[in-house]
């Protein structure tokens, strides 16, 4: 199966941008995304890219797609302490019934 | 704006126990699934269904696993006799397409 990869954790002070990191494996992903989990709650689904696409853009958020080294990365600008959760990647496989995810990125905003 | 719902949101439980976890999709959803996560680790994909039957399951979904949509608006999933490493958060989601999945907020179930 699919293997989703990221970094455990990422510090960064507000105000500042902050860039988190996915690989995958599985190169007939079709669509890649980027969930948000606050403690104790459930995962918000925050973007999303088609994999024929090489970047994404809403508001803060950057999503950019490296298909050839099949790279994913989600670019917060301007971190607020809000922003303090763990981000998880997540792959959706050929088959649309399934996601792979990784094992979340713990976001740390310094005031 | 419309949301997965689960209940309970904490299930402690004795090992050897029957539980039921409980879910109501978004109301015009045709895909259902169950995750799993347990602490510190990956969120694990366990089913999925549509069309009132299973559309796929991974290694973790053995025979003590089941899942049911008892009537139009809940999706339950029954572990038959849990075992300590059952313990973890269970996450449903729903999707109208079969792509965009919303997650609801989870049940931690707590085996002992």
């Known amino acids: 199966g699919e293997d989703v990869e990221q970094s455990l954790f990422l510090s960064v002070r507000e105000g500042d941008s902050s860039v988190i990191n996915c690989t995958y494996t599985d190169s007939s992903s079709t669509y890649l995304y980027w969930y948000k989990q606050e403690p104790g709650a459930g995962l918000q689904l925050l973007t999303y890219?088609?994999?024929?696409?090489d970047m994404k853009q809403d508001q803060r958020l950057t999503v950019l797609l490296n298909k050839k080294d099949k790279h994913l990365s989600l670019r917060i600008a301007d971190t607020q302490t809000g922003d303090s959760a763990i981000y998880f990647c997540a792959v959706q496989s050929g088959n649309f019934n399934k996601f792979y995810f990784g094992s979340g990125t713990k976001l740390n905003v310094k005031p | 704006e419309p949301e997965v719902t689960q209940t309970p949101s904490h299930q402690v439980t004795q090992m050897g126990q029957e539980v039921i976890l409980r879910c109501v999709p978004i109301?015009?959803?045709?895909?259902f699934y169950w995750y799993r996560q347990i602490l510190g680790q990956k969120v694990e994909f366990l089913v999925s269904?549509?069309?009132?039957?299973?559309?796929?399951k991974s290694e973790i979904f053995d025979d003590q696993f089941s899942v049911e949509r008892p009537d139009g608006s809940n999706f339950t999933l029954k572990i038959r006799s849990t075992k300590l490493e059952d313990s973890a958060m269970y996450f449903c989601a729903s999707s109208e397409g079969g792509n965009e999945q919303f997650f609801g907020p989870g049940t931690r179930l707590t085996v002992l």
């Open positions: 269904f549509y069309n009132n039957e299973i559309s796929e």
């Open positions: 890219i088609f994999s024929n696409m």
């Open positions: 109301s015009n959803h045709l895909y």
